[in-house]
C-alpha cells in the first residue's frame, strides 16, 4: 500500500518524537487502570476523590471556545471512509465526528486513506464518483472533528525503537501534523478513565502546539464519558484540559458496556436485555444529569448520546415506530439541559434538530441552564439494581446474532455496520459479548443455552460466518473478562492488513 504522501520524513520523525515523549507515561496509566480493576474485583466501589474535593468545589470556567463550534445542537458521527466523510458533512448536522476508533476497522489501509480523506475534506477537494452517482462538498458543511483511538490500543504497522506505537499518539499526531493549518483542531477523546488520562492528553496538546509553532489553546477536545470510572471525575477531567476543554459527551453504548466490565463480578450490577437498558433507567438518567450539571457550571458543552436507528426506505411502518422513540430520545436530552446530541444517519438530523430548535429556538445552546435542581451521588451513578426489565432469550439471540454479524465485518474492513435498522459498531458488539459473559457468569444462562443460541442463529445467517462465530463464543464465555482488541482476532486484522 502506498503511504509517502502521508507517512512524510516529517510525519515520521513527528509521530517519533510523540511517542518517545509520552509512551512511559501511557505505560504507566495503562498499569494504573489495572491496579483499579484489581480492586474493584477485590470489592472496591467507584466514588467521589477526596483528594480533588477542592476541583469540584471550586469557581472555575474552561477557556472559551470559538464561535463556530459554539452551536451544536447536532452532530453526526461515523468512519472516516471517503462516501461518509462527504455524506456527514453534507448532511446538515452542525458537527460531523470522524471516527478512527469504535466505528473504523483499524486495518492499515483504513487507518491511512482515513488521514488522506480527512485532508481532502478541510481542503474542500474531496470527492467520490461511483460510476453511478458523483460525490462532492456543498457549499454549508459541518464543522470537523476527529476522534483518535484509545490509550489502550496500538498501532502495530508503525514501530518506534522496535515496539508498536500508541494509536491514540498515532492518529492525532498525523491528523494534527498535517491539518493544523486547515483548522484541524477539534478533537474527540475516547474511553479516558481518570484525570491523569486527560492530563496526559493536555500534555500532549501542548507538545504538539508548541513544536509546531501552534498557539497554546488552539486544539479543543470533548471527552467522551463513556466509562463507569470517569463518571465520577467529570469536574476533574475538564479541570485538566480547561484550556483545551470543548465539554463532555455522553458515550451511552461504551458506559453501559464499562459498568459490567468495570462492575459486572457482582450480582448486584447484572444488566437486563440491552434493549431495557434506556437512557430513562435511573442509573443512566444519573449519568446523563450530572453531565449536564458538571459542564453548565463550567462554561462547557454537554453532548447527549447516540441515535443509532437506520431509517428503511422499504418498511415505513418500522420506520415509523423507531422515528417516533428517536424523537422521544432526543425531546427528553433537550428538556435535560444537553446543547446537542448525536445521530448515526443523516435522515435523523432534521428529526433531532426539530427536537433541539423547540428548546433553543436561535440560542446557540442552554449552557446557562445551571440544572442546581439536582444533587448526584455516588449511590445514584451505581444504582444499577434499579433497572427494569428481565433477562430474555429473546435477549440472548440478538447479542449473538448482533455480535457475530458485527464482527465478520469487522473482520473484513467495516467499523459500522447497519444490522437490523440500528448502526452497530465496537461499542454495541462488546455490549453484546459482554452480557452473555456477565449472564453466565452469574448462572442466569447456561454455556448449552448460548451453544444452542448460537448454532440456531448462525444457521440462519448462512455461510462465512465460521470465523466470527469462533472469536465471539471465545471472548463471551472466558471464565475472566478479557478485552477484544488484546486477543488473536485483531492479530489476525493486523495481519491481513498491509
Known sequence: MHTDDVLTSDALEFLTELEREFRDRRAELLARRAERLARLAAGELPDFLSETASVREGDWRIAPFPEEIADRRVEITGPVDRKMVINALNSGA???????????????ENCIDGQRNLTDALDRTISLDTGEKRYALHDEVAVLFVRPRGWHLEERHFAVDGAPASASLFDFGLYFLRNHGRNGRYLYLPKLESRHEARLWDDVFRFAQDRLGVPRGTIKATVLIETILA????????????????????????????????????????????ADVTMAVPFMRAYCELLVRTCHRRGAHAMGGMAAFIPSRRDPEVNAIALEKVREDKDREASQGFDGTWVAHPDLVPVALESFDRVLGERPNQIERQRDDREIRSADLLDIASTPGSITEAGLRNNVSVGIQYLAAWLHGSGAVAIN???????????????????????????????????????????GYDDARAIFEHIATQPDYVEFLTLPAYDRLVATSG
Not at 99 to 105: L, M, P, R, V
Not at 236 to 252: D, P, Q
Request: hydrophobic share 40%; aromatic share 10%; glycine share 4%.
Open 231 to 274: 463518571a465520577f471525575e467529570m469536574d476533574e477531567i475538564l479541570h485538566e484540559l480547561r484550556e483545551h476543554s470543548a465539554g463532555l459527551n455522553a458515550g451511552r453504548w461504551d458506559y453501559i458496556f464499562s459498568v459490567i466490565k468495570k462492575l459486572g463480578h457482582r450480582p448486584e450490577f447484572v444488566l437486563p436485555d440491552r
Open 421 to 463: 435498522n440500528l448502526m452497530e459498531d465496537a461499542a454495541t458488539a462488546e455490549i453484546s459479548r459482554s452480557q452473555i459473559w456477565q449472564w453466565l457468569h452469574h448462572g442466569r444462562i447456561t454455556p448449552d443455552d448460548v451453544r444452542r443460541i448460537t448454532d440456531e442463529e448462525v444457521a440462519k445467517l448462512g455461510d
Open 94 to 108: 452542525r458537527v460531523f465526528m470522524a471516527d478512527f476508533e469504535d466505528a473504523n476497522s483499524p486495518t492499515w
